[in-house]
């Protein structure tokens, strides 16, 4: 006797979706190639705000041990590096299906102002960094008038 499959309506739409994803992660700059020969770029997803005095940056990044994490501020820029690291491994369980991400991630944040990266503040709390980075004043340059002057110079011989 032939074995019946149940037919989902919805299986070919989220079949659609998945090689959607591969393809825009194929696409993505900087990817790391997975075992199927796909590129998985993971991010952590990222709110960014600021106020008159700072700028507010959340990120999720759940099941990151705080202490994995390597945070780089600069005046132009804020770069979360870390890893997501897999409690189990597939084989003890029988997994038919993974969708959570595992493996190492970077994402680089430019912020909408210059800031003071020296006086910035990191917490870590439910899966969610917290970076607050105080701005800097805006810069006091003063512009100025240049004249061009008419000299003619001699040609070099």
Do not use: C
Request: glycine share 4%.
């Amino acid at each position: 006797m032939a074995d019946l499959t149940k037919w989902s309506p919805f299986e070919d739409v989220w079949r659609m979706r998945d090689n959607f994803n591969r393809l825009i992660n194929f696409l993505s700059p900087g990817a790391e190639t997975n075992e199927q020969g796909w590129k998985d770029a993971w991010r952590p997803s990222v709110d960014v705000h600021e106020n008159d005095d700072t700028v507010h940056v959340s990120a999720e990044i759940p099941g990151v041990n705080p202490d994995d994490l390597d945070i780089i501020v600069t005046d132009e820029n804020l770069t979360i590096r870390g890893e997501v690291k897999q409690e189990t491994t597939t084989d003890e369980h029988g997994y038919k299906r993974i969708e959570r991400r595992y493996g190492s991630f970077q994402r680089t944040i430019p912020f909408p102002v210059t800031v003071k990266h020296d006086l910035a503040n990191a917490q870590y709390e439910d899966g969610i960094l917290k970076i607050t980075v105080p701005k800097a004043e805006p810069s006091k340059t003063k512009a100025f008038r240049l004249k061009v002057s008419n000299n003619k110079r001699p040609p070099l011989q």
